[in-house]
């Protein structure tokens, strides 16, 4: 049982570290458009931040190991750079979008982010990194799913929800970014 333990482990680093992991690792491709669009969820209407025209952005539903690539466009009008939030990344591990490890996406410009789903399972999200955009979207969720292979000490839900709690102002972000920088504070 104590080898069992031990061993297992051992196999699974070996493997690793050889790569053999990787040959059938699922690769994932996305195309998000990063935009604006005039939306009204507290009944006031705001420019917000939509991707691939959803407000909020799409689910991102993953599987631990998976190999995630989004081409990001960006059709703002200032630059643009997402936060993975609990992406633990062997892979590009400067992907993370912390500004300064990882340049922000130019008006009409698009990159493509590329990283690895690893050894998390669990809810995670994304957001804008810059400029207090997130205060007008631009985020979604992220879900981790287990690989068969490992599996969760309960039973599977019945069903899953994302929820996605946060502030939210009815003032345009670049308006409030702006008072900010006149040492103005938010509004409640
Ligand atoms: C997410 O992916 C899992 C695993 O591939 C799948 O079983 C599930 O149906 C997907 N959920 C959604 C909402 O796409
Ligand atoms: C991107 O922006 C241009 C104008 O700047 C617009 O014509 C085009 O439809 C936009 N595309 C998307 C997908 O929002
Ligand atoms: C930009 O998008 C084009 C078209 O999809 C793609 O071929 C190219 O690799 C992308 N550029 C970057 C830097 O991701």
Do not use: H
């Amino acid at each position: 049982m104590n080898s069992m333990k031990f061993a297992l482990p051992f196999l699974v680093c070996t493997l690793l570290l050889l790569g053999f992991l990787d040959a059938d690792t699922p690769n994932l491709f996305f195309e998000w458009t990063v935009s604006y669009a005039q939306r009204s969820p507290l009944g006031v209407q705001k420019q917000v931040i939509m991707i691939n025209d959803q407000f909020p952005g799409p689910l991102l539903n993953t599987t631990t190991n998976d190999i995630v690539n989004i081409n990001v466009f960006n059709n703002l009008t200032e630059p643009f750079l997402f936060t993975w939030n609990g992406v633990q990344q062997r892979r590009n591990s400067w992907q993370d979008g912390v500004q300064g490890t990882n340049c922000p996406i130019l008006p009409g410009r698009n990159w493509t982010y590329s990283f690895q789903m690893k050894d998390q399972i669990g809810s995670f999200f994304y957001f804008p990194s810059l400029l207090l955009q997130k205060a007008a979207g631009g985020y979604g969720a992220i879900r981790i799913n287990n690989r068969p292979v490992i599996p969760i000490p309960f039973s599977t839900p019945y069903k899953e929800f994302d929820i996605l709690i946060g502030d939210w102002f009815i003032s345009d972000y670049q308006d409030m970014r702006s008072s900010l920088d006149r040492g103005i504070p938010l509004p409640s």
